[in-house]
């Protein structure tokens, strides 16, 4: 019987132990996470601002560009109207 209690005690303890270890790595791990997180956060607004800019002038210019072909298209076919081209 008192073997039993030694061991019973003895399991008790291990337990206490082991539940500090655990406590202490969940609050390690949420730390992590939650610098893990930042990071990401961080990271990801940095690279948000660097290119949006690069990114508007990229649509802007596609903008001139349709728009100017649409005129060139515009021209070429007026002129085509225009012109005195042979009729049969």
């Known amino acids: 019987m ?3 209690e030694r061991q019973w005690k003895a399991v008790q303890k291990q ?3 082991l539940s500090k270890q655990a406590k202490s790595a969940r ?3 949420r730390k992590k ?10 990271a ?6 660097k290119t949006e800019p ?3 002038q990229a649509v ?3 903008a001139r560009v349709g728009r100017g072909l649409r005129a060139g298209v515009k021209a ?3 002129a085509y109207r225009a012109s005195s081209r042979k009729k049969r």
Do not use: N, Y
């Open 54 to 56: 690069q990114v508007r």
């Open 15 to 17: 337990l206490k132990q």
């Open 2 to 4: 008192i073997t039993l």
């Open 33 to 42: 996470m939650k610098r893990l997180e930042r990071r990401t956060r961080v």
């Open 76 to 78: 070429g076919a007026a």
């Open 60 to 62: 802007d210019e596609a």
């Open 27 to 29: 609050g390690q791990a």
């Open 44 to 49: 990801v607004a940095r690279a948000l601002r």
